[in-house]
Each structure stands twice: as C-alpha cells, then as structure tokens.
C-alpha cells in the first residue's frame, strides 16, 4: 500500500483553524445576540452561549477556560477598535495615533448600548476588572511608555519626570472626555490638540 502523500497529511490541520476561529466568532456573536435582544449578563450561561452559537459547551471552555468572566472580556476585546500601532517614525506622530485610539474608543462606546453594558459589567465585578486590567490596559500602557522612553531617548522629551506622569499628562484630557465627562466633545482634531499643548511643556528646556 502506497503511503499518505504529505499534502493529504496536511490537510486536515489546514482546515481545523478555519473551524476553530469560525466556532469562536459564533460564540462571540452569540453573546452580541443575546445582549441585544435584551438578555442580562447575568442571566448569560456558557450552555445558552453554547446553544445559541451551534457548539458544545465543551468549545467553548476549551477555547475560554476561564468560563463565563473570560469569554465577556473577549467579546469586550472583539467590540472595540483594534490597538493602536505607532509607526514609530515620530513621537508627536505615535502620540497622536494612540491618542486618536481613546478618542474613537469613547465614540464608540457611546453610540454602543452593548458595548456601554459590557464595560460597566466588567467595572462593577472587581475580580474581573482585575483581569480586564493585567489583559489590556497593562499592555496598551506599554506601548505608551514605549513610545516616551523613545522621546526621551532622542531628546524630544524631558528626563526629569517620572514616565507613568509623563503617560497620565497625555492620555489624562483625553480619559476624563472619554471617562469621566461623557457629555464633552469628541472633535477631530482632539488628539492632535492635546498632544501639541502637552508637549510644549514637557520638551527639554522647560
């Protein structure tokens, strides 16, 4: 008998992550389904979700272990924007792309009723905020210093304040609209306003 040809060998793992990343977008979208139509978070199961997105409940731990808290922090990943990605060519530049991305964040989370919902849920349960937090807010505060250390490096930025103030300075006017005072203005042009004000203060020689 003639052995499997490699290309028959492959084919099988080419398909098995088709399926797995359709099977997640349709327990994601299950979970957007099930909002919308009026369910409460709490009254969402892993077994509704399951049903809902034509799966086993066993898919969706497999790909969630966590439960029921991790697969919500997905679906709030899946609702907003994609992360910044500063280019790198610029500080000023990088510092207006990942300003821009908290200004499109805050319209969209007012414009969203689920993705409202979904971000009050994880604020109000303390452990999951925690995970929220150590998931996605750690890494986009990173890529935020990453962007000052290279300021500061190069001389566009002063060296003499701590880089987590130096962060808050840009990113705090842009939060307190976004956060704090829903009712503020979200204009084009925000993100570049900011970032030019706050750098005129924080260039060395100040």
């Known amino acids: ?28 979208e299950g979970v957007l389904r099930l909002l919308e139509e009026g369910t409460s978070i709490d009254a969402i199961s892993i077994e509704g979700v399951a049903r809902l997105a034509g799966v086993g409940k066993a898919t ?18 899946a609702l907003e924007e994609p992360p910044a990605q500063p280019r790198g060519d610029s500080v000023r530049d990088d510092l207006v792309t990942l300003l821009e991305w908290y200004r499109r964040v805050g319209m969209a989370k007012r414009q969203s009723a689920v993705l409202r919902t979904m971000t009050s849920h994880v604020k109000s ?3 999951l905020w925690q995970q929220y937090h150590d998931s996605v807010i750690k890494a986009r505060r ?16 002063r060296d003499d304040i701590d ?3 130096l962060g808050e300075l840009f990113t705090g006017p842009m939060l307190t609209r ?3 005072h829903e009712s503020k203005d979200l ?13 005129d203060g924080v260039r060395p020689g100040r």
């Open 1 to 28: 008998m003639n052995p499997t040809p490699p290309a028959a060998e492959a084919a099988p793992a080419r398909r098995g992550r088709p399926r797995s990343e359709a099977a997640e977008r349709a327990i994601v």
């Open 60 to 77: 969706v731990y497999r790909r969630w272990p966590g439960g029921k808290d991790e697969l919500l922090l997905a679906v709030v990943d």
């Open 125 to 127: 349960h303390p452990k």
């Open 142 to 157: 990173e890529t935020l210093h990453g962007v000052l250390r290279r300021g500061v490096a190069s001389g566009e930025l």
């Open 163 to 165: 880089l987590g103030l």
């Open 178 to 180: 976004t956060v704090l």
């Open 187 to 199: 204009p084009d042009g925000l993100a570049e306003q900011i970032v030019d004000s706050v750098l």
